[in-house]
């Protein structure tokens, strides 16, 4: 009886984590809680800007946005406008220049980072666009750390800035109506 005890609490731990209501980083260690409606309220706003997303990957675009958003101090709603703006809420993106996914993250980007798969799955690609844009942010400010996401080091100009500005508007008024 007490092993189907242990075995039924570590049943309900690991669906926690999968659930994306709390994450791990790459060493293991848990990360902040992400909030399960607002996954919901992300995945809604992705599917309806990307109607050809299924059901299933709308859910897991709103918990990666959510877990990665909590992980890294980022608002969840301007993750949201830089995924919308980057690729249209397209998992499967990639750029001319080589951009993949979701966050339109360049491969050369995440050399260092552990991430325990590839930049193609919604869950690391949002995860590798979020640690890029908290880091901007902490380096530059938010209008320059959003504005570099998409000009690295040589900004030159306002217009992607002013794009996410509005997206990030248009999100949260989703979610007020």
Known sequence: MKRAYVTILAVLAVGLILDGTQGQD??????????PDDATRIASIVMERNPSLSSAEGARIGRAVTRSAAKYDLDPDLVTAVLIVESGGRPWARSPKGAI???????????????????????NNVEAGCLILADNIRRLGE???ISAYFWGSNIRGVAYLDRVRATRDAVRQLSES
């Open 143 to 145: 209008d320059d750390g």
């Open 101 to 123: 996914g979701l966050m339109q993250v360049m491969p050369y980007m995440v050399g260092d980072m552990r991430l325990a798969g590839n930049l193609t799955t919604i869950e």
């Open 26 to 35: 790459a060493s293991g260690s848990p990360t902040a809680l992400a909030d």
